[in-house]
């Protein structure tokens, strides 16, 4: 069955400081799709980063890189130079080859201090 | 990306009745899907809607309580049917964009007294 794992509920980062979250998944599949998503208090979902499992480089938009380690089945993302503004829930997604279904974890509350 | 709208933001409703939450995308998509956040919960797939046939629903949603219509390629309701106070949730529309990932819409916020 497949699973997306996040195990850290909360998470505290000093602004300026970088952040690691974690995400590790489960599949069978050769061939899936992670994805990192914000959800700030307004509730809507904002795409910040994908990951294919064929990339053979980490993905990076901006302040966002992820952290892809296949072997260990790992897809952590790391937020540089934090900022106020990222304090949010942070929602760790798959998509498995041949479906548009996504599988999301738990997500990771994130709390950057001033 | 697409750019999505969900009407209303948010509502308080009495159990018993019902809510139609509407989802409007500025371009014509295959495919889009309705979530529920519980609170404090992740993100769980209610159903997917294709234009010109009937959606299809996840184990645990069944059309009689979560009917969905999808008219066109740009638009799709969700309704919330005798909403009990468990059915207090977000309600976020997404369609599929560049590299299969799917873009939210802002949400509903329901809450059921």
């Known amino acids: 069955a497949q699973k997306i794992t996040q195990t850290q509920p909360g998470m505290f980062v000093q602004e300026k400081e970088a952040v690691t979250l974690d995400c590790t998944y489960d599949?069978?599949?050769?061939?899936?799709?992670l994805f990192w998503y914000k959800q700030p208090s307004s509730g809507e979902m904002i795409f910040l980063i994908y990951?294919?499992?064929?990339?053979?480089q980490n993905a990076t938009e901006g302040r966002y890189s992820l952290n892809f380690q296949k072997a260990r089945k790992s897809a952590n993302l790391v937020i540089s130079a934090s900022q106020l503004g990222d304090s949010a829930m942070y929602f760790c997604?798959?998509?498995?080859?041949?479906?548009?279904?996504?599988?999301f974890g738990t997500g990771t509350r994130l709390k950057v201090l001033a | 990306s697409a750019v999505i709208s969900q009407k209303p933001s948010r509502d308080i409703c009495q159990r018993g009745t019902s809510l139609t939450i509407q989802c409007q995308v500025d371009?014509?998509?295959?495919?889009m899907f309705w979530y529920r956040q519980q609170p404090g919960q992740s993100l769980t797939l209610i159903a997917t809607?294709?234009?010109?046939?009937?959606?299809?629903?996840e184990s645990g949603f069944v059309i009689d309580k979560f009917p969905i219509s999808r008219p066109n390629l740009t638009f799709s309701t969700l309704t919330v049917s005798n909403m009990s106070p468990e059915d207090s949730s977000i309600y976020l529309c997404?369609?599929?964009?560049?590299?299969?990932?799917?873009?939210f819409g802002p949400g509903t916020r329901l809450l059921v007294l």
């Open positions: 997404s369609v599929v964009g560049e590299e299969e990932t799917q873009y």
């Open positions: 599949t069978s599949d050769q061939s899936y799709g």
């Open positions: 990951q294919g499992s064929y990339d053979e």
């Open positions: 997604a798959m998509r498995s080859s041949g479906t548009y279904k996504y599988i």
């Open positions: 371009s014509q998509v295959t495919m």
């Open positions: 809607a294709n234009q010109g046939s009937e959606a299809t629903y």
